[in-house]
């Protein structure tokens, strides 16, 4: 079974920085792409940034500029890097992989159970 653990997050004033980490643990072949999603009160979910293994990055155009997204391939471990906070960024932040978990080719989307981040203005 496999599982995705976040930790980081928490509560920081405007203008401030957060780390946030999600490790990827259980059976599987391989992970693919693996990035970073958040949902605000009454918003849909909506992507922040992702990583493939290859290192291609793709960013929100809301956090580009204050964001950074990593990956330790050997770690099964992303990151984001956020910096310059704004209220607007206040939501919950969900870890997604797609994961290989069969030696047939073909992914799943996977999710972390979530960390809040919270910007006080």
């Known amino acids: 079974q496999v599982q995705l653990v976040e930790s980081g997050g928490g509560l920081v004033q405007a203008g401030g920085s957060l780390s946030l980490s999600c490790a990827a643990s259980?059976?599987?072949?391989?992970?693919?792409?693996m990035g970073w999603y958040r949902q605000a009160p009454g918003k849909q979910r909506e992507l922040v940034a992702t990583?493939?293994?290859?290192?291609?990055?793709n960013y929100a155009d809301s956090v580009k500029g204050r964001f950074t997204v990593s990956r330790d391939n050997a770690k099964n471990t992303v990151y984001l890097q956020m910096n310059s906070l704004k209220p607007e960024d206040t939501a919950v932040y969900y870890c997604?992989?797609?994961?290989?978990?069969?030696?047939?080719?073909?992914?799943?989307?996977?999710w972390g159970q979530g960390t809040q981040v919270t910007v006080s203005s």
């Open positions: 997604n992989a797609d994961i290989q978990v069969r030696v047939l080719p073909g992914t799943s989307p996977y």
């Open positions: 259980g059976t599987f072949i391989r992970i693919n792409v």
């Open positions: 990583m493939t293994r290859g290192s291609s990055t």
